[in-house]
């Protein structure tokens, strides 16, 4: 309208465009978790996260470089910085970097209420060097302890304690210091009692002091540049049979082998190789304690778990159906995600969790140790599959509420479309992703 010749016409484009009120009216019908990046070619940059919080999302500015990546510490690492001077991108916020270096910090969603940051990530995915996720890690592995403590019956001097590496080597420690803490006060009570009542003696103090504590040791060893979780489906099989192997003459066939996992999904890493190897030791027990809840729905915000047949404890819940005799409620199930598959997101509901809670998690988690559990192994002892609670979990990580793979609670619509989606495609025989 100006009469601009077409090369100024480019150049106003250039100076004047405002990408954060461009990404603002394309991101509003967005559904979601992200952490997006762009450059235009006038040489302005920016960095989105979702208002969700879902995905994770850093930055820091000095007089010299702007940088953001989706974790603080490798941050930290290469531009040795201090934790205080790394900053967490707001939830629904944008960075905007001038090609003159100037930074601006914009507001392109409004944020969630309650933000629904991904747990997985802290689990599983991040670096364990943030220090943070080093404290989460090691909650994670001491409230495991209750329920390890029981299923040993507080035998330690019986139990070996080890971990499947790598990702679960910090809750292992975390798991070590909840069981001595545990263990020092179970023996304070015996020393105080038996002072009031007399019998204190030297051989009690040495019986107490010397015996019954957790023994841990590094029981099994695997190939660091391996990470089976995310390798590709129809090579995954034969991967995980080639990435463990174990230290010999540690255990004993009366020792309870105690290992932590940071999450149990398929469940083919442990039937196919971890038990295998670790069967070879011959302990009279194996018991894997997962770091995280059981993963019983699909994840759609960046984490490629979307078919719900592939879950072990999906597949623990349908085996517990079957011999109830009560796989009519699959079909029941089905008909109800049928009749809202064509309703806009927003009026979804999850009906998937009405079959789990036919079952309490110690049922399901019993199918899975039986699932799990080799069979062309001559070892004959008992597999246990222990579960941290999403009780547990919340207390380890107080600011990550993103828990929709545990009790399929998802922070927006779309989330419920695709576990919609992936019951349909389970119950139709479809082994294809839901989004």
């Not at 450059?39 to 920016?46: I, Q």
């Not at 070892?379 to 793979?405: C, M, N």
């Amino acid at each position: 309208d100006q009469g601009l010749p077409g090369a100024e016409i480019s150049r106003r484009i250039l100076e004047e465009i405002d990408i954060a009120e461009v990404v603002r009216k394309s991101s509003a019908n967005w559904d979601g978790g992200y952490l997006l990046s762009g450059a235009l070619g006038n040489g302005d940059c920016f960095v989105l996260r979702d208002p969700h919080g879902i995905r994770p999302g850093f930055y820091f500015e000095d007089d010299e470089v702007v940088a953001a990546a989706s974790e603080r510490a490798p941050l930290m690492t290469v531009f040795g910085k201090r934790i205080d001077e790394v900053k967490e991108i707001p939830a629904g916020g944008m960075m905007v970097v001038k090609r003159d270096g100037a930074l601006r910090h914009e507001v392109i969603r409004q944020p969630a209420p309650t933000p629904t940051s991904c747990t997985f990530e802290r689990i599983y995915f991040s670096r364990g060097n943030d220090a943070d996720i080093y404290r989460e890690r090691k909650q994670l592995g001491a409230n495991l302890a209750p329920k390890i403590w029981q299923a040993i019956d507080g035998d330690l001097e019986n139990a070996v304690f080890s971990y499947i590496p790598n990702t679960a080597e910090t809750a292992y420690l975390g798991l070590m210091d909840e069981l001595r803490r545990v263990r020092r006060r179970e023996v304070k009570k015996e020393i105080l009692s038996a002072a009031r009542d007399g019998s204190l003696d030297e051989a009690l103090i040495d019986r107490l002091i010397l015996s019954n504590w957790p023994r841990g040791e590094k029981i099994a060893h695997k190939d660091v540049k391996l990470r089976t979780f995310i390798s590709q489906e129809k090579w995954r099989s034969d991967l995980v049979s080639h990435v463990y192997d174990v230290t010999y003459g540690l255990v004993t066939p009366e020792d309870t082998l105690v290992c932590v996992d940071d999450s149990i999904v398929r469940g083919t890493t442990l039937k196919q190789s971890i038990l295998k190897i670790l069967s070879s030791l011959n302990p009279r027990r194996i018991i894997i304690a997962s770091t995280a809840p059981q993963i019983r729905y699909p994840d759609c915000y960046g984490i490629d778990m979307s078919e719900l047949g592939r879950f072990v404890a999906f597949q623990a819940m349908v085996a517990l159906l079957e011999e109830r005799g009560s796989t009519g409620q699959l079909r029941e199930v089905y008909l109800r995600c049928l009749a809202q598959s064509d309703r806009p997101p927003e009026q979804m509901v999850n009906h998937v969790r009405a079959l789990y809670d036919l079952f309490t998690e110690e049922e399901i988690a019993a199918k899975i140790s039986a699932l799990v559990r080799p069979r062309d192994v001559p070892w004959t002892g008992k597999v246990e599959i222990l579960f941290q609670s999403v009780e547990g979990l919340h207390a380890a990580l107080p600011r990550h509420a993103g828990d929709w793979y545990f009790t399929g609670r998802y922070p927006t619509p779309g989330g419920y479309r695709v576990l919609n989606q992936a019951f349909i495609n389970f119950y139709e025989k479809k082994a294809k992703r839901s989004y």
